[in-house]
């Protein structure tokens, strides 16, 4: 399995914007399904947006029209760019990597990085 690496949470006013990194190690990282990941308080685990390995991406509900995810396959690195930053956001962000049409449960889970959006 791959091992899994998050950066970049913390505490950001209301309108701010954010920039989550997950590392990857191993050799496979190119052909990987790579995605983000929160858990509210109290919520479920829900998805933010995914990236295949040919670059193509997706967006969960949580995701839709402020987040950017994007990967570097040299850096083995995929990235989360949040804008406008609500209150709502405030979670513990998960990396996901699995193989492609497979299940995010069946790959690998980073340790999360929290972000909270707060004044």
């Known amino acids: 399995q791959v091992q899994l690496v998050e950066s970049g949470g913390g505490l950001v006013q209301p309108g701010g914007s954010l920039r989550l990194s997950c590392s990857a190690s191993?050799?496979?990282?190119?052909?990987?399904?790579m995605g983000w990941y929160r858990q509210g308080p109290g919520k479920e685990r829900d998805l933010v947006a995914v990236?295949?390995?040919?670059?193509?991406?997706a967006y969960g509900d949580a995701g839709k029209g402020r987040f950017t995810i994007s990967r570097d396959s040299r850096k083995k690195t995929v990235y989360l760019q949040m804008n406008s930053l609500k209150p709502e956001d405030t979670a513990v962000y998960y990396c996901?990597?699995?193989?492609?049409?497979?299940?995010?449960?069946?790959?690998?889970w980073g340790q999360g990085t929290q972000v909270t959006v707060s004044s």
């Open positions: 191993g050799n496979y990282f190119n052909v990987l399904t």
């Open positions: 996901n990597a699995r193989r492609a049409g497979s299940k995010a449960d069946d790959g690998s």
């Open positions: 990236i295949s390995s040919s670059g193509n991406t």
